[in-house]
């Protein structure tokens, strides 16, 4: 009878275990998404700033203001990702999220250098833009990625 | 003529008037990422406003006093109190999302941080309603306010696919996006919660009494809420349209002031965008002045104290004292380091839980024949009333439910 008790007892902690291990996988696989998703979001509306200033439809109060909100937006990701826990498959995928989100941080930076300087350079600001539209659309694809998982 | 000038400026004043920095932000943030499908919950909360704002107005101009006195004469204390507690702590937020609002408006205008610019702005807010006349006040911020119009020409100006915009309005979660029927709710709420934002109604009752309405004001006053609050939502309208325009197709999911004007720079580049932060300093200052003196009005109503911009601040020191308080701890909440979007994203979340405790206690009052004599309301009011209270309860119910399942729509 007690080994009865212990069987279904144990059987009952391995399926919690399990239970648990899916569940916080399913949880770092949404927050993993998530911030991958805002990552995307934020480097596009920098892409969108960078554009509308080469076309001189931008105030320069506003392109700075763009561009130090989607810098401090992108770190405060890359800081969720690198401090999250993700093993095996995620573990894989939150490199390359945090990798793409530096990127990123990396093309911001170097646009508020670039913007900040006395002869701004079109053709570098171009490139930065494009960049940070590619970084975007990886970002997305790793979100979407993660959702159908 | 000089009644026919009144009429208009008080239907511009209601236009420029009508939005602040939650339906700023709301509108956008909803348009960038549901593009209009959420269009109806604009004109549903607009319906909202319009009969809760007319009908404490008329409180007012029939009984010669204020909502919250009557509340708390005709419905005792205990249910006053809640009503004031709920009120207040809403302000309390609505007013730190204000500040915020003007502070990150002035950081458009001159790139320095809006960590700078809170204490400038709560001490300008508490300036000029210790210095400037009400009627000034009013009407000075609700016509700069007019500037926001930028957004209703920009949605002409960006060529849109009008039968894709307009298709949107009779959609649930637009195609372009792959948000969950929980967030598209939770949104739903927040927008409703925006649009009747408590605050709007006290300063409306107690603005009639300020300028001392009588039951022939009364056409006036409706013309100026019936007419303008629906053409000062339609501006609330434009601000989800320009960014369904430009950013839904972009994947960019507004969650900063400065998103909400890259259409405008878009549109019509670096002379758009003046208008355009012109046009949030004023309705963010405008409703910053509207949320301090609301606060002051509900405590120094509730509690029996003098009150009022009428009376001299020596003759009504605790209302005064009251909204200096209050601007104090909305200043200290900002410097705690919070970001003032997410603040205006919760602000106008709670402004929906409260609403049945503000909403309810008006319709029982503009009911009474004690206070209001032949202009109780009519039974067409009333039946609106009550299916508004309904749909009010409903949204306040659903609002933390949706809150935590979304996790506040992330």
Redo the contacts between chains.
Sequence with gaps: MIFRRLAIAAVCAVLAAGLAGCSADASARSALSQSAGTAASTARSAGLVLGLDQGDRLLPSVMDTGLSDAADRLATEAQAVATMTATGGIGASRDRILADIRDAQDEVASAQRVSAAANTSAAALDRQRRTLDRLAQQLDAAAKRLEQQ | MKGLFAVALGVLTAIGGFVDIGDLVTSSVVGSRFGLTLAWVLVLGTVGICLFAQMSGRVAAVSGRATFEIIRERLGARLAVANLSASFLINLLTLTAEIGGIALAM?????ISPGLWFPVAAFAVWIVIWRVRFSILENVTGLLGLALVVFAVAVFFLHPDWSALGSQLLQQPSPHT?ESPATYWYYAVALFGAAMTPYEVFFFSSGAIEEKWKPKDLAQSRVNVLVGFPLGAILSLSIAACAAIV?LP????V??L??T??PI??AF??IG??VA?LGFVAATFGASLEVTLSSGYTLAQFFGWPWGKFRRPAHASRFHAAMILSLVVALGILLTGVDPVQVTEISVVFSAIALPLTYLPILIVANDPKYMGDHVNGRVTNVVGLIFLGIILVASIAAIPLMIVT?AG?
């Design positions: 950081q458009l205008a001159s790139s792959d950013l972009k994947g960019i999911a969650t900063s400065y998103e004007a890259l720079a878009q580049g670096k965008l003046i932060i996790g992330a």
